[in-house]
């Protein structure tokens, strides 16, 4: 089928369609050890929780209400009202429901928040976005109609005990000119579990503030809600920020509800397109956040229960994994927040495009590395071909035998050197 250029970049095979295959795959085969997707856990609290929330909403009719109308291009307006005072009520922020905007998922607002910063624009300039540190998020990588939309540089590795180790943004890197449309991390940060620190977050936001530009935070993970996220870190907004959360990991991916905090223009220039692209964003998801919030359980849910789940669960298996590949080459990123653990296998002599082939071969699905190296020079640069991400979302029994099958494999692949 002969298509656009629109169509050669999108239609075409992706990172993240080979990581939605791999999670399709794995979710139909019931032997595979799920370790690459991004799904959160099952945690069953939340799920009784949800449970009981549908039925009292079926009860009350909400939820049929949600189904049977569309909302407006900016999302349910009730939702926005409350997401707006909940916020202010919290953190102090100055926010009205013109601050906010929904979208099918927050991967769909990175399309079209990519699209709206980076590109041609109407002066021929040719724009990018920034994205501070590799390794990032791998659903950025293919989400520009432009080719080449993405710079990023690598990071300082900071070592630390206990064969741990931690990225920072090297400030001393990083260009930013008229090329640049916008600056946009992930914090906490999928692949690594990495978590900017303040001082890191407000010097990116003075240099998106000095070049004119926006400071996209990718807040998936982040705070207030689903919170998981383990350091001690202030939450961030303002004007020139756009904040990006979701409802996915909570516990509720399939609902599909992305959130949008940013200045009026941008949420003008937002809902815009959702008219465009969707109509309206799903009005299910918001009916059940707005149920949440009515309820006083959407924080206390994300403090209570899903934030001590993952923080628990991640020292469990990092424990897990260092005892299991118990090898002095073999570190994991310090897990700050998010749902993966980041393996870096030092001097490995395979690449880990190779590592991940004979994972999935033995039933272990992981993703290797290279694909969260987006826009970044690494031509010589060992480093990003020498670590995977696995989720630690999975029963422990399950991430013990996952866990015992990348030793062997590791283990193999070191004595081939
Ligand atoms: N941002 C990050 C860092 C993610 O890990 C994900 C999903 O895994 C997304 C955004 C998109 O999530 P959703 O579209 O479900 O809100």
Redesign the pocket.
């Known amino acids: 089928m002969e298509v656009t250029h629109f169509g050669e970049k999108l239609a075409n095979h992706s990172g993240i369609t080979q990581l939605m295959d791999d999670l399709n795959d794995g979710l139909r085969n019931p032997d595979a050890i799920m370790l690459g997707?991004?799904n959160p856990a099952a945690i069953p609290e939340m799920l009784d929780y949800f449970k009981t929330l549908s039925q009292s909403m079926l009860d009350d009719g909400s939820l049929v209400h949600a189904m049977a109308n569309y909302d407006g291009p900016q999302g349910k307006s009730a939702l926005l009202n409350a997401l707006a005072e909940l916020l202010n009520k919290t953190y102090g922020w100055q926010l009205s429901s013109k601050n906010i905007m929904l979208?099918?998922?927050?991967?769909?607002?990175?399309f079209y928040l990519f699209n709206l910063l980076a590109g041609r624009y109407a002066d021929g300039t040719h724009k990018k976005i920034l994205l501070p540190l590799a390794p990032e998020?791998?659903?950025?990588g293919d989400a520009g109609i432009n080719d080449d939309i993405f710079v990023s540089y690598q990071p300082e590795i900071e070592l630390l005990d206990n064969r741990q180790f931690k990225y920072h943004v090297d400030f001393s890197r990083l260009t930013i000119d008229d090329n640049i449309g916008a600056i946009c991390a992930?914090r906490?940060?999928?692949?690594t579990g990495n978590v900017l620190t303040d001082s890191e977050i407000h010097q990116l936001d003075q240099l998106a503030r000095d070049n004119n530009i926006p400071l996209i935070i990718?807040n998936?993970?982040g705070t207030p809600f689903p919170d998981i996220i383990f350091e001690d870190v202030a939450p961030f907004w303002n004007e020139n920020t756009i904040l990006?959360?979701?409802?996915?990991?909570l516990g509720l991916?399939g609902v599909?509800?992305?959130i949008v905090i940013a200045n009026e223009d941008v949420i003008q220039a937002m809902s815009n397109i959702n008219g465009i692209v969707s109509l309206s964003p799903n009005s299910v998801g918001p009916a059940m956040a707005l149920s949440m919030i009515e309820r006083g359980d959407l924080l206390r849910l994300s403090k209570d229960v899903v934030r001590p789940f993952y923080q628990k669960k991640s020292q469990r298996i990092l424990n897990m994994v260092l005892e299991t590949i118990n090898d002095e080459r073999v570190r994991v990123h310090k897990p700050e927040g998010?749902?993966f653990l980041w393996l870096w296998f030092n001097d490995l002599p395979i690449s880990t495009q190779d590592l991940y082939k004979r994972l999935k071969a033995r039933g272990v699905l992981v993703v290797p590395g290279e694909y969260f190296f987006i826009g970044v020079d690494h031509e010589g640069w060992d480093h990003a071909k020498q670590c995977i991400r696995m989720n630690y979302v999975q029963d422990d029994k399950m991430m013990q035998k996952g866990i015992d099958i990348i030793a062997e494999e590791v283990a193999r692949a070191y004595n081939e050197e």
């Open positions: 997707g991004g979208t099918n998922g927050s991967q769909s607002a990175f998020y791998i659903g950025y992930s906490p940060t999928n692949p990718d998936a993970y990006c959360s979701s409802l996915s990991k991916p599909r509800c992305g998010a749902i």
